[in-house]
T-cell receptor, first 114, second 114 residues
Framework: NAGVTQTPKFRVLKTGQSMTLLCAQD?????MYWYRQDPGMGLRLIHY???????AKGEVPDGYNVSRLKKQNFLLGLESAAPSQTSVYFC?????????????FGPGTRLTVT | TQLLEQSPQFLSIQEGENLTVYCNSS?????LQWYRQEPGEGPVLLVT?????EVKKLKRLTFQFGDARKDSSLHITAAQPGDTGLYLC??????????????FGQGTILTVHP
């Protein structure tokens, strides 16, 4: 099993450009999450999904959109990139949403917006 | 303001020393997880604690959940260079349906020198 994979690994964008980050998991997990990680801030939740066709906002959703058309995929879109969106983005998935469920993380996408 | 305050942010010690990392909040959590992250990779779960006062041991690592479920600590005995990495605490808020959403602390960068 590959677990959680993310595409691409690195990307440089100019301000105003758009892009989509792809997350795929092969563990048949219902729950999927997108986080961003910035120095000294830990990980902050952007959007999440509790099943195919559903999405919800997290802690820092502004400037991002998501889609979960297939259970195994969770896409994160930036419509008009800004320098403040320079960050490392992590996707995670979980079998359930209960207190003891583990989240499995992908390797991350490092995005730089100039 | 950070919901979960993690301290210290940086820790540089010699091999064989003991250390403790703290994770504190004014909020109650239904569970508290500790993750370890290596450079260029996503976080990997070390442990989940769900009961107030719970203590879990993982080889030389000891995790404790506060009685009131507002704080947690990670203690490493006789640290080794292989323990070097970023340690993150993450809590799942109590009350209502959390959908597995985690709130992360800022992280502790641990460096163990040979």
């Amino acid at each position: 099993n590959a677990g959680v994979t993310q595409t691409p690994k690195f990307r440089v964008l100019k301000t105003g450009q758009s892009m989509t980050l792809l997350c795929a998991q092969d563990m048949n997990h219902e729950y999927m999450y997108w986080y961003r990680q910035d120095p000294g801030m830990g990980l902050r939740l952007i959007h999440y999904s509790v099943g195919e066709g559903t999405t919800a906002k997290g802690e820092v959703p502004d400037g991002y959109n998501v889609s979960r058309l297939k259970k195994q995929n969770f896409l994160l879109g930036l419509e008009s990139a800004a320098p403040s969106q320079t960050s490392v983005y992590f996707c995670a998935s979980s079998y359930g949403g209960g207190a003891s469920y583990e989240q499995y993380f992908g390797p991350g996408t490092r995005l730089t917006v100039t | 303001t950070q919901l979960l305050e993690q301290s210290p942010q940086f820790l540089s010690i010699q091999e064989g020393e003991n250390l403790t990392v703290y994770c504190n909040s004014s909020s109650v959590f239904s569970s508290l997880q500790w993750y370890r992250q290596e450079p260029g990779e996503g976080p990997v779960l070390l442990v989940t604690v769900v009961t107030g006062g719970e203590v879990k041991k993982l080889k030389r690592l000891t995790f404790q959940f506060g009685d009131a479920r507002k704080d947690s600590s990670l203690h490493i005995t006789a640290a080794q260079p292989g323990d070097t990495g970023l340690y993150l605490c993450a809590g799942m808020r109590a009350g209502g349906t959390s959908y597995g959403k985690l709130t992360f602390g800022q992280g502790t960068i641990l460096t163990v020198h040979p």
